[in-house]
């Protein structure tokens, strides 16, 4: 059984195009053309702003565990999974002190996400990052080096028990899901 629905439609208004402007015919018309011009500069400007404030605002985050981190510079590449082979650089830090340094390095530090290699808090923020992103991020202890703290080492000093310590972290590659982009980048060139 189907069933109909009848409505009466609203009948259609006239609308006349939108007046031509004519040009002022006087200064003060001018001047009143001006100070609206003004106006809207000053309310795009404004709204740019808090844009651009927001924003800000919201490339610090904080997760449901007490990582926190900021968004430094955007990626656009692949997101990491659990399994995933990647290719990450990091700079640690303890009270100002830097213990950790790879941005120095020539190739970046790879691990398997969820091997356990590398702090736990590190680890959530990969999760977190796409390919070409930077965080820095802060671990409380219980993400960083926990209860037992760090022992110092070649040039490298000791990281008390419970310290919260901070990072700037670069997601530089997902080397299975790049050679995935640039096969299916390759197929559209050629008409797939």
């Known amino acids: 059984m189907a069933f109909v629905l009848s409505m009466p439609l609203a009948p259609l208004k006239a609308t006349s195009p939108t007046p031509l402007r004519s040009p002022p015919i006087c200064a003060s018309q001018s001047v009143a053309h001006a100070r609206r011009m003004n106006r809207r500069t000053a309310l795009v400007t404004l709204a740019t702003s808090a844009t651009a404030f927001l924003l800000s605002q919201t490339a610090n985050s904080e997760t449901t565990s007490p990582l926190q981190y900021k968004v430094v510079q955007s990626g656009s590449g692949a997101t990491p999974e659990l399994g995933d082979l ?26 398997r996400v969820g091997s356990g290699t590398i702090l736990k808090g590190l680890e959530e923020a990969v999760l977190l990052m796409k390919v070409g992103d930077v965080f820095e991020v802060t671990l409380p202890g219980e993400l960083a080096f926990g209860r037992k703290g760090r022992r110092a080492s070649a040039g490298k000093p000791s990281i008390p028990p419970n310290a919260t310590v901070s990072y700037t972290i670069e997601l530089t590659t997902i080397p299975g899901k790049d050679e995935e982009l640039l096969e299916s980048i390759e197929l559209n060139d050629i008409g797939f």
């Open 86 to 111: 990647v290719g990450i650089r990091f700079k640690g830090s303890y009270n100002g002190v830097v213990f950790d340094n790879l941005f120095n390095e020539p190739a970046p530090y790879f691990y």
